[in-house]
């Protein structure tokens, strides 16, 4: 399977902050790369697909970029409500589609 | 609208199976893959099967492979993973999500969860 690592695990931000959240494969995924936000006891919920497209309804704050093995989840503005855990997703390896550790945001 | 609706919460024992379904609607269920994701408390999301209505083909992670079966029931758009020889750590919530995507694949509808603790 391929092996998805997320860094950091954690980090502390404020209202406002730009924040950089980094995604690495183990091999080429090209551009077969899903990020994800989780809020505490709620399902995950899809942000970006493809490495880089914006899902409907996502604020256009969120960014994604990357591809083969190096992928970045950008939020360019930090609102109270982007305050989650944020996984990489790969979808190159059909049918294991696996994740990354998470990336827990803070105040 | 789609709906992804699991079962209730489980306590089990260690070594005790159990079953968790994901009732699926608002959407024609045969033309979606269903995914099965666990998530241990304050860990990450753990990739663990699929099941494929097209062909009627499952495929689990090798972790999971000779403890953990898939089943479908069409005629009721349910799925339903069962999982046995439970250990203390299969204590998790355990999410269905479906998949959709022409060219990238996304889990774009998740069930609730369904929290499983195992417990002696």
């Known amino acids: 399977d391929i092996q998805m690592t997320q860094s950091p695990s954690s980090l502390s931000a404020s209202v406002g902050d730009r924040l950089t959240i980094s995604c690495r494969a183990s091999?080429?995924?090209?551009?077969?790369l899903n990020w994800y936000q989780q809020k505490s006891g709620k399902a995950p919920k899809l942000l970006i697909y493809g490495a880089s497209t914006l899902q409907s309804g996502v604020p256009s704050r969120f960014s994604g970029s990357g591809s083969g093995t190096d992928f970045t989840l950008t939020i360019s503005e930090l609102q109270p409500e982007d305050f989650a855990t944020y996984y990489c997703?790969?979808?190159?390896?059909?049918?294991?589609?696996?994740f990354g550790g998470g990336t827990k945001v803070e105040i | 609208q789609v709906q992804l609706v699991q079962s209730g919460a489980e306590v089990k024992k260690p070594w005790a199976s159990v079953r968790i379904s994901c009732k699926a609607s608002g959407y024609t269920f045969a033309r979606y893959r269903m995914h099965w994701v666990r998530q241990a408390p304050g860990q990450g999301l753990e990739w663990m099967g699929i099941f494929n209505p097209s062909d009627n083909s499952t495929s689990l992670a090798q972790k999971f492979q000779g403890r953990a079966t898939l089943t479908w029931d069409t005629s009721t758009s349910t799925v339903v993973l069962t999982l046995s020889s439970l250990r203390s750590d299969d204590t998790a919530m355990y999410y269905c999500?479906?998949?959709?995507?022409?060219?990238?694949?996304?889990?774009?509808?998740w069930g609730q969860g369904t929290l499983v603790i195992v417990s002696s």
């Open positions: 091999q080429s995924i090209t551009s077969y």
């Open positions: 999500a479906r998949v959709d995507g022409l060219v990238y694949a996304v889990f774009d509808y």
């Open positions: 997703q790969q979808t190159y390896s059909t049918p294991a589609f696996t």
